[in-house]
Nanobody
Framework: QVQLVESGGGLVQAGGSLRLSCPAS???????MGWIRQAPGKEREFVAG????????HYGDYMKGRFAISRDNSKSTVYMQMDSLKPEDTAGYYC???????????????????WGQGTQVTVSS
């Protein structure tokens, strides 16, 4: 099984920045990776996704221009730099892996996808 252990969340003031990391372990092939978030009482929301090669990037509408996803395959790790954070960004952020970005853009994964345990991001106003 692919194990994803994301980290980097925390408490930050509005306008601040955080950098999330998600190393992957276990049997892991050429997966796309990304981030999905969910706030209490709200549905899952696609944050960002990156193809295995790093050549294809996708962002949710509210994240464009503020978040930047990247990956280092030599470390089997995906990163997400989050700038200009807003209170509305407060949520649990989950690292995800799947065969393609498309499967995670709706907030769900294929049967072969993997979820991390989540890291909490809290943005104060």
């Amino acid at each position: 099984q692919v194990q994803l252990v994301e980290s980097g969340g925390g408490l930050v003031q509005a306008g601040g920045s955080l950098r999330l990391s998600c190393p992957a372990s276990g049997r892991y092939g050429s997966y796309a990776m990304g981030w999905i978030r969910q706030a209490p009482g709200k549905e899952r929301e696609f944050v960002a996704g990156i193809s295995w090669s790093g050549g294809e990037l996708h962002y949710g509408d509210y994240m464009k221009g503020r978040f930047a996803i990247s990956r280092d395959n030599s470390k089997s790790t995906v990163y997400m730099q989050m700038d200009s954070l807003k209170p509305e960004d407060t949520a649990g952020y989950y690292c995800v892996a799947d065969f393609g970005i498309e499967s995670m853009m709706s907030g769900v994964l294929s049967d072969f996808g993997s979820w991390g345990q989540g890291t909490q991001v809290t943005v104060s106003s």
